[in-house]
């Protein structure tokens, strides 16, 4: 299920990993309200960020996701979209 996949920050464990901290303030960044659509995309293409999954009922919180890619299916309360950063 996993198979290519990369998580950019878990939130939680991962506490020995060099570069943790960076990446879980660019995660916070990438989900927080108000960012700018340019500065996020900056970081997608730096992660090499394709896909991302939301639950479907914080549509509205990650609606920054869903005008920026494609809705490529949903399941079991899920959504995956592919991102469109250019």
């Excluded at 506490?15 to 900056?42: C, H, M, P, V, Y």
Aim: hydrophobic letters at 40%; charged letters at 25%.
């Amino acid at each position: 299920m996993l198979c290519d996949c990369y998580v950019l920050a878990a939130d939680r464990g991962h506490t020995g990993i060099l570069g943790i901290d960076k990446r879980r303030r660019d995660l916070n960044f990438l989900n927080s309200t108000g960012a700018a659509w340019e500065q996020r995309a900056q970081l997608i293409k730096y992660y090499g960020v394709r896909l991302v999954t939301f639950e479907r009922r914080w549509q509205r919180r990650y609606s920054w996701a869903y005008q920026h890619g494609k809705l490529l299916g949903s399941a079991a309360g899920q959504d995956v979209i592919e991102l469109n950063p250019l």
